[in-house]
């Protein structure tokens, strides 16, 4: 199985809403990645997690929670989004050498979100 | 030919022709490079990777040049196919060593019938 799966594919959301986003790959991969990618733009990292400890914050707003239950599963808890939050939401895992880095992510399909 | 502006930069080749797509980026230290493909609606998919200590890297119709002096990264792909119409980015490492990956603007490439 070489395969991230994202849920759901698409998601609207009202600003006072709670929702979250899932994630889930069966490769073994220690490091697992959020990103953020607007239309027309690159992917922006957002989170790691690296053997289920996060790893990297790129200073993302609160209203923005990720949570790594296990080896397998990436959360992103929502709560009181913005409208400029609209994007697409992009979960990546890799597996880690004997250093971080240098390693191939693969990634799922993506979350379409849409905050109302 | 390229086109830049408000829109990601366009590359429109014929088929068959062979695509060279471009891509600076910004840290000298930077020793870990991957090009990645993304059709519409879909993730990014892994194309070739290189590291600093290699200047060249061929895959299957693809070949990746990396320019150390100046920075730069080249994804080639020969005999251009319709199904290689989609965004291109190239990503690097940086810092190096680490898990965060910094992606490049991105080309578009259009296939030509």
């Known amino acids: 199985d070489t395969e991230v799966t994202q849920t759901p594919k698409h998601l609207v959301m009202g600003m006072t809403n709670k929702k979250s986003l899932k994630c889930e790959q069966h490769?073994?991969?220690?490091?697992m990645y959020w990103y953020k990618q607007k239309a027309k733009k690159p992917p922006e990292l957002m989170f790691v997690?690296?053997?289920?400890?996060?790893?990297i914050n790129e200073s993302v707003p609160s209203r923005f929670s990720p949570e790594c239950p296990n080896s397998s599963l990436l959360n992103l808890h929502l709560h009181a989004l913005q409208p400029e939050d609209s994007a697409l939401y992009l979960c990546?895992?890799?597996?880690?050498?004997?250093?971080?880095?240098?390693?191939?992510?693969?990634f799922g399909p993506g979350t379409r979100l849409t905050v109302l | 030919g390229e086109s830049v502006g408000l829109h990601l930069p366009t590359l429109s080749v014929q088929e068959g022709d062979n695509s060279i797509i471009n891509c600076a980026y910004s840290?000298?230290?930077?020793?870990?490079f991957i090009w990645y493909k993304q059709e519409s609606g879909k993730g990014p998919q892994f194309i070739i990777d290189?590291?600093?200590?290699?200047d060249k890297r061929q895959g299957q119709r693809v070949t990746v040049l990396l320019n150390k002096t100046v920075k730069h990264l080249s994804l080639q792909i020969a005999a251009t196919q319709p199904g290689d119409s989609a965004v291109y980015f190239c990503?690097?490492?940086?810092?190096?060593?680490?898990?965060?990956?910094?992606f490049g603007t991105g080309t578009r490439l259009k296939v030509l019938a």
């Open positions: 990546a895992s890799s597996q880690p050498g004997r250093a971080p880095g240098g390693d191939e992510q693969f």
């Open positions: 490769m073994g991969h220690r490091a």
């Open positions: 997690y690296s053997y289920e400890k996060l790893s």
């Open positions: 840290n000298s230290a930077s020793d870990y």
């Open positions: 290189i590291r600093s200590n290699m």
């Open positions: 990503a690097e490492n940086d810092p190096p060593g680490t898990y965060k990956y910094i």
